[in-house]
Nanobody, 128 residues
Framework: QVRVAESGGGLVQAGGSLRLSCAAS????????MTWFRQAEGKEREFVTT????????YYANSVTGRFTISRDNAKNTVYLQMNSLKSEDTAVYYC?????????????????????WGQGTQVTVSS
């Protein structure tokens, strides 16, 4: 069993920055990838970015490429999402998820059905 918990959400002005954290606990040795999704009000939950639990591979949605950076601190079992140049359309609840399934192509981890472990979410609101 793995547990994940997000923190760091809040209200920020457009153009500003925010850093989210996702702490994993439990059987973290079974994790293959940690991923951020987001869900805006009235919309489907969408992929944001993913990183392998071991290794440096990361992958980003086109909408955040060049603005968001995912990183990992295995010593702390924590994944971070640094969000810069925030836009009003980034407003959403951000969810962290852990996958215990292995797929060689990192692009597979955009699929929500690969994740058994989800956090409660943290609200990010970008004011224009």
């Amino acid at each position: 069993q793995v547990r994940v918990a997000e923190s760091g959400g809040g209200l920020v002005q457009a153009g500003g920055s925010l850093r989210l954290s996702c702490a994993a606990s439990g059987r973290t040795s079974t994790i293959y990838a940690m991923t951020w999704f987001r869900q805006a009000e009235g919309k489907e939950r969408e992929f944001v970015t993913t990183i392998r639990w071991r290794g440096d591979n990361a992958y980003y949605a086109n909408s955040v490429t060049g603005r968001f950076t995912i990183s990992r601190d295995n010593a702390k079992n924590t994944v971070y999402l640094q969000m810069n140049s925030l836009k009003s359309e980034d407003t959403a609840v951000y969810y962290c998820a852990a996958s215990d399934l292995y797929y060689p192509p990192i692009t597979y981890y955009t699929r929500k059905d690969l994740y058994r472990y989800w956090g409660q979410g943290t609200q990010v609101t970008v004011s224009s």
